[in-house]
């Protein structure tokens, strides 16, 4: 084909050698410049893209008919030789152009032609081996599915409860557990007052927490929780002032105190009176919640310390204050509930704190504390452990009656604690034992039923905290006699308590000694010279010689201090009064006493008055004592004397 417009093509150019030009890569240079005819370009790029969606239709076609056939071949039990792999069919078109058969020089291909591409069916169907009939499945994936569906029907074998370890805290009772939400680092508070720290990753097998404080001084650790994103920690402890630390335990933020003596808790900035419990927004980092004995609920922001956001308060059936013990978010965050001492159950709207949104008067024992209130994770059920020695599961869409219940779980605390599983089809809580009765145990309840399917026992004191983890899946314990409990299981659990039973207590470091290196210099004069290393014994040896290295201690002076070294009591009026008066064990309480103790010496030997009167008064003239009746009949009447 002609190209268009060719007759107002420019005159060559002159150039060199067309075999020099191909030989040195710039054959190319000084060629005529080209028009195309597009349209038929166009047309022709048509027609190749028809015929070649035709041919792969009809591929398509073809490997359809044989699949049937190969399908219709194992079913009848043909042998397995008839289902060769099918050849690959490659299709290629050439662009028929004039233009490009011109230019043949300069879209030479550079290296090795490409391979044949099939389709990934082709791909795929590369069997090894005889054909395996349709549906067939390994041993090994029937059996992963038949464990499956073997938990999916049995929650009891998802319990992690076949290895524990023993965290120990301190003495006396674990009040509080929190995990961060990656479960790296767990922190317990208890009744001692102190908050430890404890890193999974960076424990050895000796368990040791590498950080411990007292973040609210001389008050009782109530509660414990990282926020959402694991960056800070909620403390809530027997004080009224709620506190924020960061991860490492500095404080981020103190919660203002109020004024006790304003009747109306919601014109004050704060709580006035102490704590019972808290918890982080799940969905908002900054907002967190705690109830007080005040009569309040109060949730707070972390960027704002002089004030409260908003206030709850409950109220009884008679309109009079009532002191909430528990407290916590719904798991959208919308919704706020808090367990009060007359036995109720208060539901608000989060941003609606006037009225409440559910209510049950007589959800528990009036006068027994409410410990904990927890939603589960589809955000239907509400689970409440009691004071009255029972758990209890609602729906708040019907809030009326409980779904189930159990009595006769002994509780002593008023932080008991319950929690869902991950899976939300079992309810765990603890009991608590009197010293020396009995073992605390952990009891798993079926959701849906309340019948208790497992148990554990944990120790011979109270299980108070109980906490279970939805990424690690591991079981935190927290006891009355001061010890934190981590139950995992080596294939159902991740990290956390995993990371640090495997690793071997580090030995401790010795202090490092300064040791003076021996220079050899054998050409240095002797007066440069270093003496030559001696073994231990010989240097020893040697400084024993020494008279200056052997000198023995010389002794304390006795008496007075002599050849300039000072005696043992100093020579000074001072140390003589110090020795000989202050230091004096003599009692002088009755001073008749401590005269006459002289008066056996003075009459032996006279040494200060009998000598000045031995001359002028060798015998003693006393004044004669008369009697009682004789001075009365002699002496005149002025002289007697008055009785």
């Known amino acids: 084909m002609e190209p268009v417009g060719a007759e107002n093509d420019a005159e060559p150019v002159a150039g060199p050698d067309p075999e020099l030009a191909a030989t040195m890569g710039f054959s190319g240079f000084g060629k005529k410049a080209r028009t195309f005819d597009f349209d038929a370009m166009f047309e022709q790029t048509r027609r190749t893209a028809v015929e070649r969606s035709r041919k792969i239709l009809e591929e398509r076609e073809k490997k359809a008919a044989e699949k049937e056939k190969e399908l219709e071949s194992r079913c009848e039990g043909i042998d397995s030789s008839a289902a060769s792999l099918r050849p690959v069919v490659k299709t290629s078109s050439k662009d028929s152009s004039g233009s490009e058969s011109d230019d043949s020089s300069d879209e030479e291909p550079i290296g090795p032609t490409l391979p044949p591409q099939g389709s990934a069916e082709d791909s795929d169907d590369e069997l090894i081996g005889p054909p395996l009939p349709p549906g067939y499945k390994g041993s090994d994936e029937e059996d992963d599915e038949d464990n499956i569906l073997e938990e999916d029907e049995d929650p009891v074998k998802k319990i992690p409860d076949s290895h524990e370890i023993t965290l120990h805290h301190g003495t006396k009772t674990v009040s509080a557990l929190g995990l961060d939400p990656s479960g790296a680092r767990l922190i317990t508070g208890g009744y001692d007052y102190d908050v430890r720290f404890w890193d999974f990753a960076g424990m050895d097998a000796s368990l040791q927490a590498f950080r411990s404080l007292q973040p609210c001084e001389c008050h009782q650790i109530k509660s414990l929780q990282y926020s959402s994103t694991g960056d800070v920690i909620l403390v809530v402890a027997g004080n009224s002032q709620a506190k924020v630390l960061d991860r490492d335990g500095f404080p981020v933020m103190e919660c203002v105190k109020g004024d006790q003596y304003i009747v109306d808790m919601a014109n004050t900035k704060g709580h006035t009176a102490m704590l019972n419990s808290g918890c982080w927004h799940p969905k908002i980092k900054e907002e967190f919640l705690t109830c007080s004995n005040d009569g309040t609920v109060r949730t707070w922001d972390v960027t704002n310390d002089k004030k409260h956001k908003g206030v709850f308060k409950p109220r009884s059936a008679q309109g009079k204050r009532v002191i909430p013990t528990s407290c916590t978010y719904s798991r959208d965050g919308k919704l706020i509930a808090a367990g009060c001492q007359d036995g109720s159950i208060q539901i608000w709207d989060r941003n609606m704190n006037v009225h409440t949104k559910f209510h049950c008067r007589q959800a528990h024992a009036p006068g027994s504390d409410t410990s904990c209130l927890t939603f589960s994770y589809d955000g239907t059920v509400l689970a409440s452990r009691g004071g009255d020695d029972t758990l209890k599961t609602w729906d708040i869409r019907k809030f009326k009656t409980p779904l189930n219940s159990v009595v006769g779980l002994p509780s002593f605390f008023p ?46 004191a109270s299980v108070v905290r109980c906490l279970w983890h939805p990424k690690l899946n591991q079981i935190m314990v927290g006891t009355g006699n001061g010890l934190a409990k981590v139950y995992y299981d080596p294939f159902k659990s991740q990290r956390g308590a995993k990371l640090c039973v495997v690793k071997t207590k580090r030995k401790e470091r010795q202090a490092e000694t300064l040791t003076q290196d021996y220079i050899i210099t054998p050409h240095a004069l002797p007066m440069f010279r270093e003496p030559r290393q001696r073994s231990t014994r010989k240097q020893l040896e040697k400084d024993r010689l020494d008279p200056m290295k052997s000198h023995k201690p010389e002794p304390p002076v006795a008496g007075p201090g002599r050849g300039g070294r000072v005696g043992t009591h100093g020579g000074t009026l001072s140390s003589y009064i110090v020795k000989n008066i202050a230091l004096d064990k003599t009692d002088d309480s009755n001073p008749r006493e401590a005269i006459l103790r002289h008066a056996k010496e003075a009459e032996e030997s006279p040494y200060w008055v009998a000598p000045a009167y031995s001359k002028t008064q060798p015998k003693a003239v006393f004044a004669e004592v008369e009697s009682d009746e004789d001075e009365t009949d002699d002496k005149p009447e002025w002289k007697k004397r008055k009785i």
């Not at 599983?421 to 010293?435: A, E, F, I």
């Open 415 to 460: 932080m008991t604690d319950c929690c869902f599983s991950p899976d939300d089809k079992l309810l765990v809580t603890g009991t608590s034992v009197k010293k020396g009765v009995g073992n605390g145990k952990l009891l798993f309840f079926e959701r849906e039923t309340f019948k208790k399917v497992y148990e554990i026992d944990v120790t011979d």
